[in-house]
């Protein structure tokens, strides 16, 4: 059996993702999809049972399925399991293979958008802002989010992990802004900035994007570039920020 279960954005298991764990013979907490330091040790305390590691590598292998294949696997992901493909593909794979799967959801950072005055019902298509790397330095993001803004929605915009690693909010900016020149359109303006939502020294702020690397944003974080406000949203920004 597999578990795909939610940790939430506060690490908090519902009642169902405990009992699921509790079944598991192997825990394992995903670091590839969304990163944050400290989530292994509070998962082991509320569960009672190790979590180990599990990155990009074994996520994306054929190993957890052979697992599932003899024994109850548990892959706890921080928000929703469904709100990234790796986890929907090992969903799509143990359905096609005969292997029994359990989902236990939780709340994912999409949850928090109604929480910033925005309307949920005008989120368009999400994007990352990918690390630039000597042969790869992508820019697609900003047409994607030029898109969104031109259909009157906002845009979530989540940052790059990789190696083990958050792109830290100056990196962030930075390779924004470098996109931005690279298709020669600028679509960073005022921005909701939502970091550490749920968890400890959470912030919500709504600023100029190039302020961001001045205001000691933690990862993880996630950016809403906002199209065209409603009068609903534009009074309640007024209220909030």
């Known amino acids: 059996m597999l578990y795909l279960i939610g940790a939430g954005v506060s690490i908090d298991l519902t009642s169902r993702g405990l009992e699921y764990c509790k079944e598991a013979d192997e825990i394992y907490l995903d670091r590839y999809t969304v990163l944050v330091e400290g989530a292994k040790e509070k998962l082991e305390k509320q569960i009672g049972k ?33 709100f990234a493909t790796t986890h929907i593909s090992l969903y799509v794979q143990a359905k096609e ?19 910033t005055g925005l309307s949920p019902y005008k989120l368009g298509g999400t994007v990352t802002i990918a690390r630039w790397l000597e042969n790869y330095k ?38 924004a802004r470098a996109m931005e020149e690279k298709e020669g359109s600028k679509v960073f303006k ?10 400890d020294n959470e912030k919500i702020l709504y600023v100029e994007f190039d302020e961001l690397p001045s205001l000691a944003i933690e990862s993880p974080y996630s950016i809403l570039v906002p199209a065209e406000l409603s009068s609903y949203e534009k009074e309640n920004l007024e209220k909030l920020y």
């Open 190 to 199: 005022r921005v909701i900035c939502v970091s550490r939502a749920g968890l």
């Open 138 to 175: 992508p820019s697609s993001p900003i047409e994607r989010i030029g898109n969104n803004i031109k259909a009157g929605l906002h845009t979530l915009v989540l940052a790059d992990i990789s190696n083990g690693e958050n792109m830290g909010i100056e990196e962030f900016v930075r390779t």
């Open 97 to 115: 293979r005969g292997v029994g799967v359990k989902v236990a959801h939780n709340s994912s950072i999409v949850n928090i958008v109604g929480r």
């Open 50 to 82: 190790e979590v180990k590691e599990a990155g990009r590598e074994f996520l994306e292998s054929k190993e957890p399925l052979e697992i599932a294949k003899d024994k109850d696997i548990a892959i706890i992901s921080i928000g929703d399991p469904f």
